[in-house]
């Protein structure tokens, strides 16, 4: 048996989806087709003997359908190591791009990642991988779901690397700070060797320090193997400034230890190996901090990976097997034992249970689960067990879905990072124009003082720090994204995140949105001396055979109570009034007042207490027994709760709401007064809920639409930023910006707060890192020294450089300190996506 899921175009409703299922499942050797309308993909399970899969695609296209063939691009998602800054990751993007074949190219410094969309038939995996070599660069396994173990064993293994370098080089850095300083402070009376004292033994002096300095520049070898390959190739980035400065300190320190060996005892002053030492061990422990710190900002990624099992317990002729995870087939009948957790999506085909889904959606109430009811893999299941049939494997879990969303958006660039991307590019070969030009500008005014030049050249370069540019946006949309996904807040990009703080205006759809999106009892009304429940479970028992969605909430809500229901004796549904039935011999009558009229039934002042119901937006339904008003029942499609909550905190942060719907305008206005909601457009065709879009956008406004995702795709796709509330579509994803896995109205705001305290934080971000490198070169370059002010000490220059970087880092961590404000959401019913 052959498995295959076809993407299939053309399908506007249910009845598409069904026609084309029965079509196919009349094919011989098909054994079972499923067509999801949402996701627009056919599931087929067919023996390859008897058919092939080409005469299943040629008959759907009879059918006036089309299928989908494969797209020519693929994409991958390479890690890459080796880059130290901002100008490594533009480098690496220019060279992909040049690539016959390529079609985009996103290199992301924060997460270490390079995102290529390529044609497979023009240029191959491998040759990307061979350019980003080229280029200086390593480039790692692709990163998968099931490796998550792996990259973080990988990044473990790099931080306690750089740890144990910066421990060597800060074991040789201090001492010899400590000989190259205390000549210098003898008032200080610090303790001292006397056969280093640089005016009576020069040589030993200098000689301390050049052995002390050059095991520092091995633990530091990267910093000189990276930069300089970057200069040959023009392409300078943060390390080629770290040695080119601390190459000049040392090369001039040689060349005074050669003059004390030539007999110039004075030139034991001039010795800078103090200088490259120190900066060498301060980067290190920047790059440390700094690793430590990107790793926290993908936290919440790696804990969704983590989250599924590593094997499943297949049902095998009639025996159970554990098999490894990747080994797991469509249609294998998998065994969940209590306590374990589901390997796979699927549909559950025999037994009961309750499944905590809250790793997937936030949601603390285990949801019941039976025959027919789908479940998502990395879910748990609390009591029971159950059999189902795997039907989403691999890369298409829910939880795959998830975690390929979160990538994409933790990896795409948000329209305020631009300008950081911008001046990234130029940011090394200026500050090393500058670092020759200040250099030698003091040089020509202090009268050949190389010295004082030096110490200028050198603190130019390491001072700059193109590092807290490239990391200023990535790493906030990191951990805003991480957080989001956290809360059941699902944003697929930093264009998304950023627009999302500006949106003054939002629609909301209401069925389904709003309110639950189906009917239920809401009012029971009785004559004198006949109970609620009797009322309820006489016409519940008459509309047993309706299929009328008033009659069928009527049915549900007796159910839900525990009411019996009565045989029916005889059974007429009577076109646009109600229905007539018999049960115990008792004539009953459910529906409007033209059907009572018409049996002549006196509504005995009841009248007025139906219009009162009908102004607030339900439906009012007679019931009579025996030729008698018995009461009246009224059924509305009820508000959510907690859909006032969220709407109010939205007005609260300035938003204007609105609300639309294909209703009339008395029951729109009954919904929206109940949520407290001003702005109504009512009567509304789904086609034209776009047209409204767009006119709010006219009027200058910015505008978000939530709607489930389907029938509100092109309103949410006209939208500047389109949500779509508890839908597990796929239509859903590529129709919104943002996805919310939650059903309740709650995360609306939450999503809407997360956006702007990310884009602050961003913005604090880019101020620091552009703020710092404004102030810093100028202070470096001797400005303040021109006014008679202090001269920056390279070894402060190269201190200030590393914690740049980490500021910007810390600052964006602040980020996972986000909770969503509380309100009585009520979303006890969740949605995976």
């Known amino acids: 048996m ?13 009845a598409c989806a069904q026609r084309i299922e029965k079509t196919v499942q009349k094919l011989p050797g098909v054994v079972r087709a499923s067509v999801n309308l949402a996701s627009e993909k056919l599931l087929v399970e067919y023996d390859g003997s008897v058919l092939s899969l080409s005469a299943i695609k040629e008959a759907v296209t009879k059918l006036g359908y089309e299928v989908a063939e494969k797209t020519e691009h693929s994409s991958a998602t390479i890690p890459i190591d080796g880059m130290t800054c901002a100008a490594c990751a533009q480098r690496v993007e220019k060279v992909i791009r040049k690539l016959d074949g390529v079609k985009s190219a996103s290199v992301n410094i924060a997460t270490e990642k390079a995102v290529v969309t390529y044609d497979p038939h023009k240029v191959r995996l491998s040759a990307i991988r061979e350019a980003i070599q080229k280029a200086g660069y390593t480039p790692l396994t692709t990163v998968k779901a099931d490796m998550a173990g792996e990259d973080k064993l990988r990044k473990q293994k790099e931080i306690r690397t750089l740890w144990r370098k910066f421990a060597v080089a800060a074991a040789l850095a201090l001492p010899l700070l400590y000989i190259a300083m205390v000549p210098m402070i003898k008032w200080a009376h610090l303790p001292f060797p006397n056969s280093l004292d640089p005016m009576r033994f020069p040589l030993a002096y200098s000689l301390t320090e050049l052995l002390l300095v050059i095991p520092i520049i091995g633990v530091g ?41 030539a007999g110039n005892p004075e030139a034991a002053h001039s010795l800078y190996f103090e200088t490259a030492g120190v900066i060498i061990a301060l980067i290190l422990l ?20 983590g989250l599924a099992p590593k094997t499943a317990i297949v049902l095998q002729d009639g025996e159970e097997k554990e098999i490894p995870i990747d080994e797991v087939e469509i249609g294998d009948i998998i065994i969940i034992k209590p306590g374990a957790k589901i390997p796979v999506d699927g549909t559950v085909t025999e037994g009961r249970s309750a499944i905590d889904e809250s790793m997937l959606t936030g949601e603390s109430m285990p949801v019941d689960k039976k025959g027919g009811d789908m479940v998502y893999a990395a879910t748990l299941n609390t009591t029971g067990t159950f059999a189902f049939r795997a039907e989403r494997v691999g890369s298409d879990t829910a939880l795959a879905h998830i975690i390929k969303l979160v990538e994409d958006a933790q990896g795409s660039k948000a329209p305020i990072a631009q300008m950081a991307d911008i001046v990234s590019g130029y940011f090394v070969p200026v500050v090393c124009a500058i670092a020759v030009f200040t250099g030698a500008a003091w040089l020509i005014g202090t009268g050949g003082d190389v010295t004082f030049a030096l110490t200028i050249f050198i603190s130019v370069l390491v001072i700059a720090c193109p590092c807290a540019l490239g990391l200023a946006t990535p790493t906030a949309i990191m951990v805003g994204t991480g957080k989001g996904a956290e809360n059941g807040i699902l944003i697929k990009g930093g264009e998304a995140l950023e627009t999302a ?8 759809d209401k069925t389904g949105t709003i309110t639950e999106g189906k009917p239920a009892v809401t009012d029971l009304l009785t004559r004198q001396g006949i109970a609620q429940d009797d009322l309820l479970q006489m016409c519940a028992s008459a509309e ?16 839900q109570k525990g009411l019996a229901l009565w045989k029916t004796e005889e059974f007429e549904a009577i076109a646009g009034q109600g229905i007539q039935a018999s049960i115990n011999g008792v004539a ?36 009579a027994q025996d030729g008698r008003l018995a009461g009246i029942i009224a059924v509305a499609d009820v508000v959510k709760a907690g859909s006032r909550a969220a709407i109010e905190r939205l007005h609260k942060m300035g938003i204007e709401v609105a609300m639309i719907t294909g209703d009339s305008q008395k029951t729109a206005a009954a919904i929206a007064k109940q949520v407290g909601i001003h702005s109504v457009l009512a ?60 059903l309740g109205l709650g995360d609306v705001p939450t999503a809407i707060d997360l956006s702007k305290k990310t884009i602050r934080n961003i913005k604090q971000n880019l101020f620091w890192a552009f703020g710092y490198n404004v102030v810093g070169i100028p202070i470096a370059a001797g400005v303040l020294h021109l006014f008679g002010g202090p001269l920056l000490n390279p070894i402060f220059a190269a201190a200030a450089m590393s914690l740049s970087s980490v500021s910007v880092l810390a600052n964006a961590l602040r980020l996972k300190r986000f909770k969503p404000q509380s309100d009585a959401d009520g979303s006890d019913k969740v949605s995976v996506v």
């Open 501 to 508: 703080h500006k949106i003054n205006t939002i629609v909301l």
């Open 221 to 261: 070898y990267k910093f000189y193997t990276a930069g300089y390959k970057a200069l040959i190739q023009r392409s300078p980035n943060m390390d080629s400034l770290i040695s080119l400065g601390t190459t000049a300190a040392v090369l001039y320190s040689v060349y005074n230890v050669f003059q004390i060996i």
């Open 544 to 559: 047993k055979g309706s299929e009328h969605p008033l009659g069928q909430a009527i049915v549900q809500s007796a159910q």
């Open 588 to 623: 009953v009558l459910a529906g409007n007042r033209k059907l009572m009229d018409g049996h002549g039934i006196s509504l005995e002042g009841m009248e007025a207490e139906a219009d009162r119901l009908a102004q607030d937006g339900k439906t009012p339904m007679y019931v």
């Open 286 to 305: 920047g790059k440390s901090l700094e690793a430590v710190s990107k790793g926290r900002t993908s936290e919440a990624i790696k804990k969704l990976m």
């Open 683 to 742: 009567e509304v065709l789904p086609q034209d809920k776009a047209g409204e879009v767009l006119r709010l956008q006219n009027e200058g406004r910015k505008v978000a639409m939530v709607g489930d995702g389907i029938n509100d795709a092109p309103a949410l796709a006209q939208a500047d930023i389109g949500i779509a509330i508890g839908s597990g579509t796929d239509v859903a994803m590529a129709s919104a910006d943002i996805v919310l896995m939650r």
């Open 2 to 14: 052959e498995n295959q899921i076809l993407d299939i175009r053309g399908m506007t409703c249910a």
